[in-house]
């Protein structure tokens, strides 16, 4: 992976089916623990700019608290296509969870 930038700790991750906001580089990145495994993408839904990583998971996807709409977290689709957000390759070594933008 190139251009990787520290994110933080595994302990301050979410924990399983849930996700939460992190601030790295400049922008605001949604993690989302789906069963004990880690998604960064984009923390902006696309339908209102609601804050994603403020939202629940329900169904493996990652539910906007604003208006509802449904993001997945690995492939950052939505429930509507061709509409999606940028997603972010994350690498787990020594404790410490690296994200690729």
């Known amino acids: ?3 990787l930038v520290k994110l933080g700790a595994v ?13 790295c580089a400049n922008r605001t990145i949604c993690v989302a623990n789906v069963g ?12 209102s700019g609601g ?3 403020q939202g629940v ?4 996807k990652v539910i906007c608290p604003w208006h509802g709409w449904a993001w997945d977290p690995k492939s950052g689709a939505a429930h509507v296509p061709d509409v999606k957000v940028e997603v972010y390759p994350l690498k787990v070594e020594n404790g410490e969870v690296w994200i690729e933008l």
Do not use: K, Q, T, Y
């Open 36 to 47: 004990g495994e880690l998604s960064a993408m984009d923390n902006e839904c696309r339908h």
């Open 1 to 3: 992976m190139a251009n």
């Open 11 to 23: 302990s301050e991750m979410p924990s399983p089916n849930e996700a939460r906001e992190f601030e």
């Open 57 to 60: 998971i329900e169904g493996g």
């Open 51 to 53: 804050p994603l990583g």
